[in-house]
């Protein structure tokens, strides 16, 4: 079964940059979805997408994030990547990565426990 | 392009049905059918109960449908239990990204 768990550093500074890596266990990142998503949620608001990056390493973001945001994939260690440059203490959230389920059009089936991401001096 | 919109809450009492709905547009909801419903309980991730409007994945009750009406969508969940009090968030693909309404919380009487 899949499995999926986002890490990376809990504080960052404001202007800086938010570095977060998604590990996929249990099946391999380049055949068990066509893409994967990044998804956050800040303390006590609602869902908001971020991006998507296909297996192929083509990328869609949202077009607020776009000009701070960079997804990447590594097939082989089984991870996917989000940077978000310039930080604010807007960009505060728990941070998910996701699959996008097989067969299945913008759904999303299977989801890290989430990181929580501060952006404080 | 905006959230979807969603009824901050809505309540119900064992057994009985309720229904949440999430308003878009005709550029998301009112143009593809890749609706797709989540239940959230405090602290933990999404789970995905409905995609593509009415399909569930394997796993999640039957209790639990979705359909569609324009640009709105709806949750149907039937003989609710104590454990549907969570919130839920629908979500639409859009040319421009993917769209999540802003949420409604469950309260199970």
């Known amino acids: 079964q899949v499995q999926l768990q986002e890490s990376g550093p809990g504080l960052v500074k404001p202007s800086e940059t938010l570095s977060l890596t998604c590990t996929v266990s249990?099946?391999?990142?380049?055949?068990?979805?066509?893409?994967w998503s990044w998804i956050r949620q800040p303390a006590g608001k609602g869902l908001e997408w971020i991006g998507r990056i296909y297996t192929s390493g083509g990328t869609f973001y949202k077009t607020s994030l776009k000009s701070r945001l960079t997804m990447s994939i590594d097939t082989s260690k089984n991870q996917l990547s989000l940077k978000l440059s310039s930080v604010i203490a807007a960009d505060t959230a728990v941070y998910y990565c996701?699959?996008?389920?097989?067969?299945?059009?913008?759904?999303?089936?299977?989801w890290g426990r989430g990181s929580l991401v501060t952006v404080s001096s | 392009q905006s959230a979807l919109t969603q009824p901050a809450s809505v309540s119900g009492s064992p057994g009985q049905s309720i229904t949440i709905s999430c308003t878009g547009t005709s550029s998301d909801i009112g143009r593809y059918n890749y609706v797709s419903w989540y239940q959230q309980h405090p602290g933990k991730a999404p789970k995905l109960l409905i995609y593509e409007v009415f399909s569930r994945p394997s796993g999640v009750s039957n209790r639990f449908s979705g359909s569609k009406s324009g640009n709105t969508a709806s949750l149907t969940i039937s003989g609710l239990q104590a454990d549907d009090e969570s919130d839920y968030y629908c979500?639409?693909?859009?040319?421009?990204?993917?769209?999540f309404g802003g949420g409604t919380k469950l309260t199970v009487l």
């Open positions: 996701a699959r996008g389920m097989v067969h299945a059009i913008d759904a999303f089936d299977v």
């Open positions: 979500s639409s693909y859009a040319s421009s990204g993917t769209f």
């Open positions: 249990g099946g391999s990142i380049s055949s068990d979805s066509s893409y």
